[in-house]
């Protein structure tokens, strides 16, 4: 499905259009030919009809006009002191490749397509300037043809594939809206294959992690540590007019749009996706808050393409995330999307599976390996500890205490419960294990739970001081 154009961009062009250009005056400055100007008036403020007759019946002349041919220069790279005819020139270019349409794969045939677009992404390093933007969007409908005429590796097009990420990944960390929707659509338009998703994977800290931004400050939350997302706390906010902190609806669905096309390379990305965004908690939040059938779509989908090639490193994850009571919450929902009903009822059933055949040592396990630590059940319980304490002191040479000296050692807004619940783990394990307390002393818990009978949070310091208490009894022995 295509999108709408940009509004920001759109309204840029439409101006761009309206302005008189000394057309002339170049001619006679020797700036362009007499030949490329009659090209150029010939498809210039003209019916979309006759520009495509005039384009389909010269395309040789066209795409010499635009890339340069062996004895003639690009029109662009000729007028390239001129920012009003370089600025038109783009637009013209763009409403071409929108008219015509075949002039795309007719352009690609020239031996470097990109040539006289790619130094205008650094015109100028305000991203508010007009030229690198239509230079981008021309780009982007360039290389949206390439990579499905062309998906195997081309060091011309995967060249100009990263420039564009690089330039793109700039005004999706811009506060303006308008220029991270510009951004967004672009890249939805060239992540259509496996060769230019694996090259965004690998730009990820440029290309991935804004996007990301967005979307947390979509649901009001931080990167580290917001604890809204893995406790599932907070209200369903009004969204009849946009989400929090300025992303409107629309931003939100394209952003996500891109995401969802990334995750057709699950096996590549899910894991990575996880460990540096923690896409499934976010995701959890983001279905209860979706403010429309479209953009819960996007996110089960997404989350069904992420999950299914990584189910033993990701469904543990996501049960401690919660994601399954809110798959259940939806089917309450009047859902309508056939698409929708049927991700929902496979990501149900998956996790039906897949939680029918844990035990809930399995369960304790996957959340402490989580790194996010709630109140669940087991922590509580004394059978659970009386029968699995010794296990959790020795499973995988001490994996799991390791993970706990972990949580003790994270601070900061949003991870109290989880620094309270560790407490009340390692009590537990001193309780059950004394003989163990020396193993607990060498890799530091003592230390860090003593630390914490200070922590300004209550349930912590009284957690702490438990804890403590249980190694106090053995403290004259």
């Not at 239509?134 to 043809?145: E, F, M, N, Y």
Request: net charge negative; aromatic share 6%; proline share 5%.
């Amino acid at each position: 499905m295509s999108l709408d154009p940009p509004t920001y961009l759109n309204s840029l062009q439409n101006n761009i259009r309206a302005r008189p250009i000394p057309w002339e005056g170049a001619v006679r400055a020797g700036t362009i030919s007499d030949q490329a100007l009659k090209k150029i008036k010939a498809v210039d403020k003209v019916r979309k009809e006759q520009r495509k007759q005039t384009v389909e019946g010269n395309y040789d002349g066209y795409k010499s006009l635009l890339l340069g041919g062996q004895t003639e220069q690009s029109v662009l790279e000729a007028a390239s002191k001129r920012q009003d005819m370089v600025q038109y020139l783009l637009v013209l270019t763009g409403d071409l490749l929108n008219d015509v349409s075949d002039f795309s794969n007719q352009l690609l045939q020239h031996p470097d397509p990109y040539k006289p677009f790619l130094p205008l992404l650094n015109y100028s390093s305000n991203p508010e300037d007009s030229i690198p933007l239509l230079a981008s969007s021309v780009i982007s409908s360039l290389i949206g043809t390439a990579v499905q005429k062309f998906p195997k590796s081309n060091p011309k097009q995967d060249e100009a594939l990263t420039k564009l990420y690089k330039y793109l990944s700039g005004l999706t960390k811009s506060l303006d809206s308008g220029l991270q929707d510009i951004a967004v659509q672009e890249y939805s338009n060239v992540v259509r294959t496996k060769k230019s998703r694996e090259l965004f994977w690998n730009l990820r800290k440029e290309t991935m992690a804004p996007l990301f931004d967005i979307l947390r400050t979509a649901v009001g939350a931080t990167k580290d540590g917001d604890s809204t997302l893995w406790s599932g706390a907070g209200s369903v906010r009004s969204m009849g007019s946009g989400l929090s902190e300025g992303v409107g609806v629309q931003l939100l669905y394209h952003v996500l749009r891109v995401v969802w096309q990334l995750s057709f390379s699950g096996s590549l990305i899910g894991e990575g996706l996880e460990e540096d965004q923690e896409i499934l908690p976010l995701y959890t939040h983001l279905l209860r808050l979706s403010p429309k059938e479209k953009t819960t779509r996007l996110l089960l989908s997404t989350l069904l393409n992420l999950l299914q090639p990584n189910t033993p490193a990701l469904l543990p994850i996501a049960v401690s995330a919660r994601l399954p009571p809110a798959l259940e919450n939806l089917k309450s929902r009047h859902l309508s999307d056939e698409d929708l009903l049927e991700d929902l009822s496979t990501l149900i059933t998956l996790f039906d599976d897949y939680t029918s055949s844990q035990t809930t040592f399995d369960e304790y396990s996957s959340e402490i390996l989580s790194g996010h630590l709630r109140w669940s059940p087991p922590h509580r319980s004394a059978s659970f500890w009386a029968e699995n304490a010794k296990r959790v002191m020795g499973e995988n040479k001490g994996e799991l205490v390791k993970k706990l000296v972990e949580v003790l050692g994270k601070e900061g807004e949003g991870r109290k419960e989880g620094l309270a619940v560790a407490c009340n783990d390692v009590g537990w394990l001193v309780k059950v294990c004394p003989e163990k307390r020396g193993e607990l002393e060498r890799v530091g818990v003592k230390g860090r739970v003593m630390a914490l009978m200070g922590d300004e949070d209550e349930g912590v310091r009284w957690e702490s001081l438990r804890a403590v208490g249980e190694w106090m009894k053995y403290s004259f022995e």
